[in-house]
């Protein structure tokens, strides 16, 4: 049980309401509400104030009842690890003002995801209406005008990622430096991934079922009478079902993984940190080789429609490398 619930307990348990304990704390009934609503933490005057109205010690009132989480993972300091002997500060605001920003910045992003998944849509429908129309002006023009939207929306996603990536950039330490949180942050953090979690499964699962759903009017479609436009507004439909899907993924996946980084979980432990941190410039020499492997593919075969499968290959291999390079260290130790 975190300070905020025990507070709020506590409270109830003596009848008094938030005002009450404000009056006998000498503070605003608003710095009660903050405090059992985790946005803030009382000062240690007031802790002791509060343990001696409420007739507890401060020990019951500062730890925090603790409980390993399966698949718990030590965060001590590995030995010979001397760069990450000192952890980097991480206050309560510090954690409120981060997971608003990543709030506020993952339904942008998301919706920049999403524009660039149905970012071809208009270009299919106006190409398949050039064709109808068998006038070969109105083909080209409909081929500019769809390509023109095209890369219209897609600038207007680059500059999404753009503003946002800025915005959370100033976080990137979260990914490479062990965390020293202040006390109460991760009681606090864990509560709110604990509330968080019934809407990134729902979202998770509907973005799932619109995936899948997404190739049903592709299909209905092939039952009747073959008509080259009905195909082509039905691929517009499943881009748009499969945008929406992944909207739900980014959405609630960029959320969710600003808990894990706090706490340091997943991918983001103490000893992915120290790995992390020895694989950065490997990284930047791998993603450059692979950068220039796909351009020198691409414009001697001409043929990027093909080249492009590139990515995927290079994305699994690249943890193999990491892998690779891991076991190397390790054997030289």
């Given at each position: 049980?975190?300070?905020?619930?025990?507070?709020?307990?506590?409270?109830?348990?003596?009848?008094?309401?938030?005002?009450?304990?404000?009056?006998?704390?000498?503070?605003?009934?608003?710095?009660?509400?903050?405090?059992?609503?985790?946005?803030?933490?009382?000062?240690?005057?007031?802790?002791?104030?509060?343990?001696?109205?409420?007739?507890?010690?401060?020990?019951?009132?500062?730890?925090?009842?603790?409980?390993?989480?399966?698949?718990?993972?030590?965060?001590?300091?590995?030995?010979?690890?001397?760069?990450?002997?000192?952890?980097?500060?991480?206050?309560?605001?510090?954690?409120?003002?981060?997971?608003?920003?990543?709030?506020?910045?993952?339904?942008?992003?998301?919706?920049?995801?999403?524009?660039?998944?149905?970012?071809?849509?208009?270009?299919?429908?106006?190409?398949?209406?050039?064709?109808?129309?068998?006038?070969?002006?109105?083909?080209?023009?409909?081929?500019?005008?769809?390509?023109?939207?095209?890369?219209?929306?897609?600038?207007?996603?680059?500059?999404?990622?753009?503003?946002?990536?800025?915005?959370?950039?100033?976080?990137?330490?979260?990914?490479?430096?062990?965390?020293?949180?202040?006390?109460?942050?991760?009681?606090?953090?864990?509560?709110?991934?604990?509330?968080?979690?019934?809407?990134?499964?729902?979202?998770?699962?509907?973005?799932?079922?619109?995936?899948?759903?997404?190739?049903?009017?592709?299909?209905?479609?092939?039952?009747?009478?073959?008509?080259?436009?009905?195909?082509?507004?039905?691929?517009?439909?499943?881009?748009?079902?499969?945008?929406?899907g992944v909207y739900q993924f980014v959405?609630?996946?960029?959320?969710?993984?600003?808990?894990?980084?706090?706490?340091?979980k997943g991918d983001y432990t103490y000893?992915?940190?120290?790995?992390?941190?020895?694989?950065?410039?490997?990284?930047?020499?791998?993603?450059?080789?692979?950068?220039?492997?796909?351009?020198?593919?691409?414009?001697?075969?001409?043929?990027?429609?093909?080249?492009w499968i590139i990515w995927p290959v290079?994305?699994?291999?690249?943890?193999?490398?990491?892998?690779?390079?891991?076991?190397?260290?390790?054997?030289?130790?």
């Amino acid at each position: 049980m975190i300070l905020a619930e025990k507070i709020m307990r506590l409270r109830k348990q003596k009848g008094w309401s938030q005002e009450e304990l404000a009056v006998r704390l000498n503070v605003s009934r608003q710095s009660v509400s903050k405090w059992e609503s985790m946005t803030s933490l009382p000062d240690l005057d007031k802790i002791i104030k509060m343990s001696e109205l409420f007739g507890v010690s401060t020990d019951y009132l500062l730890k925090d009842e603790i409980e390993e989480e399966p698949g718990f993972e030590p965060s001590e300091k590995p030995v010979g690890e001397e760069e990450f002997v000192k952890r980097r500060p991480f206050s309560l605001e510090e954690t409120n003002t981060y997971m608003a920003t990543v709030d506020s910045c993952a339904k942008k992003m998301a919706a920049g995801v999403c524009a660039c998944v149905v970012c071809a849509v208009p270009l299919f429908v106006l190409t398949g209406l050039g064709e109808v129309a068998k006038v070969a002006m109105l083909h080209r023009t409909a081929d500019a005008l769809g390509l023109a939207i095209l890369l219209l929306i897609v600038a207007c996603a680059v500059v999404i990622f753009i503003v946002n990536g800025m915005k959370l950039g100033k976080y990137d330490f979260l990914d490479r430096e062990p965390l020293d949180l202040e006390y109460g942050v991760e009681g606090i953090v864990k509560a709110r991934k604990e509330a968080f979690e019934p809407t990134f499964k729902l979202r998770i699962a509907i973005g799932v079922a619109l995936c899948i759903v997404s190739i049903v009017p592709l299909c209905v479609s092939s039952v009747f009478e073959p008509v080259d436009m009905i195909y082509v507004i039905m691929v517009g439909v499943l881009l748009i079902f499969v945008a929406a899907g992944v909207y739900q993924f980014v959405r609630v996946g960029l959320v969710y993984e600003s808990f894990q980084k706090i706490l340091e979980k997943g991918d983001y432990t103490y000893y992915k940190k120290i790995e992390n941190k020895k694989n950065d410039n490997l990284s930047t020499v791998y993603w450059c080789c692979t950068v220039a492997l796909y351009l020198l593919l691409s414009f001697l075969t001409n043929e990027w429609e093909i080249t492009w499968i590139i990515w995927p290959v290079a994305g699994v291999l690249y943890a193999a490398v990491c892998g690779i390079a891991a076991m190397v260290r390790k054997n030289r130790k």
